[in-house]
């Protein structure tokens, strides 16, 4: 089985081999930064697992018409990641946009304030991609979600996706996510961080 894993805005994405714990043995993995372009080559794999920002990346490029033709994990997924549009943000648009600046001016600063406020332990040396990227990444989510994005997800999640958010999570509301996305499950002690969610799905609650 080959799979593709998309990590989270602002986060290494060797952090997703994480997630490697919930696939079947032996499958081969390949991780991504959320960037352009990255959901619509996951689709072509066989397992496409998105954390956060990766996940938005993968209902937006499903809601956009993009078929995955594999199985689909999103895990702390969201719609529309500020709390002005009432999808289930806990951030301000006006907080997003904020830290868009600071980013552009001292990105280490900017960065160690995200890892704080959504508790992703200490920031490791150096940016964890592209810069220009990252300031794209913080574009999109200071937006609302696309009608398109709102019609797919009220639709529930298609067969053989799931998704999970943690009930503990300090920028998303959980229970509302799950209000919104028909079909996610609640992981009653996981944040946001992809450490816990893994945790939460392990043993009898693995992915697939």
């Not at 490697?20 to 959901?39: E, N, Q």
């Not at 689909?72 to 529309?80: C, R, Y």
């Not at 220009?132 to 398109?148: C, K, N, P, T, Y």
């Not at 996305?181 to 043993?203: I, Q």
Request: glycine residues 12%; aromatic residues 8%.
């Amino acid at each position: 089985m080959d799979a593709v894993l998309i990590g989270g805005w602002g986060v290494n994405p060797e952090t997703m081999r994480t997630a490697t714990a919930l696939l079947p043995p032996g499958a081969k993995c390949r991780v991504v930064p959320p960037i352009s372009g990255c959901a619509e080559d996951a689709a072509n794999s066989e397992f496409a697992v998105g954390w956060s920002f990766g996940a938005w990346r993968i209902l937006a490029a499903a809601a956009g018409g993009t078929v995955f033709r594999g199985r689909v994990l999103l895990l702390a997924p969201f719609m529309s990641f500020c709390s002005d549009f009432g999808l289930g943000g806990r951030c301000s648009q006006a907080q997003v946009l904020w830290l868009h600046r600071w980013l552009k001016r001292d990105s280490t600063a900017a960065l160690t304030d995200f890892y704080m406020r959504a508790d992703l332990g200490p920031l490791p040396a150096g940016l964890p991609y592209d810069r220009e990227d990252l300031l794209r990444g913080l574009e999109h989510m200071a937006e609302d979600a696309s009608v398109g994005l709102r019609e797919f997800v009220t639709k529930g999640l298609p067969e053989g996706w799931r998704a999970v958010v943690g009930a503990k999570d300090r920028l998303l509301d959980g229970a509302a996510i799950c209000r919104a996305l028909p079909g996610c499950n609640l992981a009653p002690d996981a944040g946001h961080g992809l450490e816990s969610l893994v945790a939460s799905m392990k043993g009898g609650n693995r992915a697939f």
